[in-house]
């Protein structure tokens, strides 16, 4: 007799059998798993220029390195003088450690990488003469650190949803060049240190503040100029900071446009030229786009010059050669880099504008046209405001609602007296008077001669003065013919004629004699 449960033993032996195998075909795979987060990813460049380890994606090429594969972890630079160019791949962390370290390095240039998801994303420290060029960087708690390190570009770099977008720290002499530094806490914060550039860049709604100017030992001496602080908390915020220079620069609806704190001693111009501020309500009644009363931030401090529109500054290449264009505009500059030229846009009900012109390019007298297509018809008026003998600033205003392509060109001169049609309709009719005058005079010549001949006769007849005509005729023919036959050996046949013969010929021979005997 057979049991139930001797029935179901075989199923249960198998179904054990492949749950056994199932595990230990995990266990392996599990164990390599936890290795590999265990070791990791840190890409070495050592000192000796060799990649560490060998398998990372990077090529070397001379002093060149370039990715050519997102990594992971950290990027670790031991070598000097070397270019790395991201070429748009990905260095991507958990939230903690270093994208790109350079802590001692010299010479170093950085490019073309994305970096995501670190503590620091770059990070610079007792680092000199180093580059940091054309990088994207988001979601880190510092984007680029520098901490006692010197004369470093951190340069056309993008930089995103960071606590800090660009951080230094007792770092000198160091610039910071036309980033876009957006929707961080702090977009940058400078701490104890001085003489560094902070210019060109686009600081926008970064929450607490645009630039945090930091020294608890009074530090200072920093030059911005040329960036747009828009949109955020504070503009600029200097705690502890004097004697910078601060011009050119666009404050536009910030929370508080500058917050100043035991920072006095500042300029806020440039000798002759200050910022724009939105929320600045003074007049130009000159109108060389500078108000006429100055824009007040606290006691100590005020921008006497202040702008009346924002400060545009564009490139425009002529041949080989690259100028410079710097703007004053209450409406939207945007040029294409091809000439002169430029489109207004967002038009106001009275748009102006003021822009500097070096003298090498064009010298007035100007002609300020609009299209398209370029009317030369009805050019805008201008004024210079001033010249220094290498430029010109030159105020318009624009008086249309349309969006339009400003060009500045010379004038276009009126042709000359010569090219107008009705001075060679006078040459004409002076050439056939003149022709017709000394053939007349020619023939009164003739005519006076015989005269002379026939000076006992009373009076010439019609019959003989036609003679003598005729024969005078006959004999200017005969000398052009032999003229030509002499000098070009050419020889033409006509028909001799008498004048008795033209007489019978034309049929007027009776009416000749007719009044000859009248």
Request: net charge neutral.
């Amino acid at each position: 007799m057979i049991l139930k449960g001797e029935a179901k033993c075989p199923l249960i032996k198998i179904i054990c059998t492949a749950s056994l195998f199932l595990l230990l075909l995990y266990i392996p795979l599990s164990v390599v798993s936890v290795c590999r987060a265990e070791i990791g990813n840190t890409v070495y460049i050592r000192a000796d220029g060799s990649v560490d380890p060998p398998t990372a994606p990077l090529v070397k090429e001379d002093d060149v390195y370039v990715l050519t594969a997102d990594i992971s972890d950290t990027l670790v630079i031991e070598r000097d003088y070397i270019v790395v160019d991201g070429a748009g791949y990905t260095i991507r962390g958990i939230g903690k450690g270093v994208g790109l370290d350079l802590s001692g390095r010299i010479g170093v240039t950085i490019r073309n990488f994305r970096i995501l998801n670190f503590t620091v994303g770059i990070k610079l420290e007792n680092s000199a003469n180093n580059n940091i060029l054309k990088n994207s960087i988001t979601n880190c708690q510092e984007g680029v650190r520098l901490n006692l390190s010197e004369d470093n570009n951190i340069a056309s770099n993008f930089i995103k949803n960071n606590s800090y977008g660009v951080y230094l720290v007792s770092s000198d002499n160091n610039r910071v060049v036309n980033n876009t530094v957006v929707y961080n806490w702090y977009g940058i914060r400078v701490v104890n240190s001085s003489n560094c550039h902070i210019y060109q860049n686009n600081v926008t709604r970064n929450d607490s503040a645009g630039i945090f100017l930091n020294s608890y030992l009074s530090m200072g001496n920093f030059s911005l100029y040329e960036n747009e602080v828009s949109d955020n908390g504070v503009g600029i915020w200097f705690w502890n900071s004097s004697n910078n220079i601060i011009y050119h620069n666009n404050f536009v609806n910030n929370t508080i446009q500058v917050s100043l704190y035991n920072s006095g001693d500042n300029r806020w111009d440039n000798g002759f030229e200050g910022n724009y501020w939105s929320d600045y309500r003074g007049n130009d009644a000159n109108k060389d786009a500078i108000g006429d009363s100055p824009y007040s931030i606290d006691e100590g401090n005020q921008d006497v010059y202040p702008l009346m529109g924002k400060f545009v500054e564009f490139t425009i290449k002529i041949g080989d050669t690259l100028y410079k264009i710097e703007t004053v505009c209450n409406s939207t500059v945007f040029s294409e880099g091809n000439g002169l030229s430029f489109w207004l846009r967002n038009i106001r009900n009275s748009t102006f504008c003021r822009i500097c012109i070096p003298n090498v390019l064009i010298e007035p007298p100007y002609m300020i046209i609009v299209g398209p297509p370029y009317g030369y018809d009805n050019p805008l008026d201008y004024r210079i405001v001033w010249e220094n003998g290498t430029h010109s600033w030159v105020y318009f205003e624009y008086p249309y609602q349309d969006d339009a392509l400003i060009a500045i060109v010379r004038p276009v001169r009126p042709f000359p007296f010569w090219f107008q049609w009705w001075f060679w309709g006078l040459c004409i009719l002076a050439i056939l008077l003149t022709v017709s005058l000394g053939k007349y005079f020619q023939q009164r010549k003739i005519i006076n001669m015989y005269k002379e001949q026939f000076k006992n006769i009373r009076q010439i007849s019609h019959f003989d003065m036609a003679r003598i005509l005729f024969e005078a005729d006959v004999r200017r023919c005969r000398e052009k013919l032999e003229m030509l036959r002499r000098k070009y050996g050419i020889k033409v046949r006509h028909r001799e004629e008498t004048f008795e013969d033209l007489l019978k010929r034309t049929g007027i021979e009776r009416k000749f004699k007719e009044r000859s005997q009248k």
